[in-house]
């Protein structure tokens, strides 16, 4: 699994989320954040946070942490649960379960081949 981050500038309305096969199980999924729109100049800018993964994915629960991946490292997230275990209301704790099943909604549709 390979994750680059960076900002990204584009004269193109981005893709919020996209899931390509490369072929067999190799996959692209890239995931473009905080989308801004800059007119002031000759033409229009867009800027993005662009999160570009390509990982080998089998299963469903594969595909479910690589997207998890994208936002959050495996330390980040059992650092999260811990927190939900002590607190479940706590604001930070709550976006990542939000996200977790924006994952596993994500994946279930993206990846409906797999077993």
Do not use: H
Request: hydrophobic letters at 35%; aromatic letters at 10%.
């Amino acid at each position: 699994m390979v994750i680059e981050k960076m900002t990204a500038e584009m004269d193109y309305v981005p893709i919020d989320f996209q899931v390509r096969n490369l072929g067999g199980s190799c996959y692209e999924i890239m995931q473009n954040l905080n989308i801004t729109k800059d007119d002031t100049g000759e033409r229009v800018i867009y800027r993005a946070n662009t999160t570009l993964q390509t990982a080998k994915i089998y299963t469903l629960a594969e595909a479910v942490t690589a997207l998890k991946r994208m936002r959050y490292s495996q330390d980040e997230e059992i650092e999260l649960t811990n927190v939900g275990i002590l607190n479940a209301l706590d604001s930070d704790y709550k976006t990542y379960r939000d996200y977790a099943i924006w994952c596993k909604n994500q994946s279930t549709i993206c990846f409906s081949n797999l077993v």
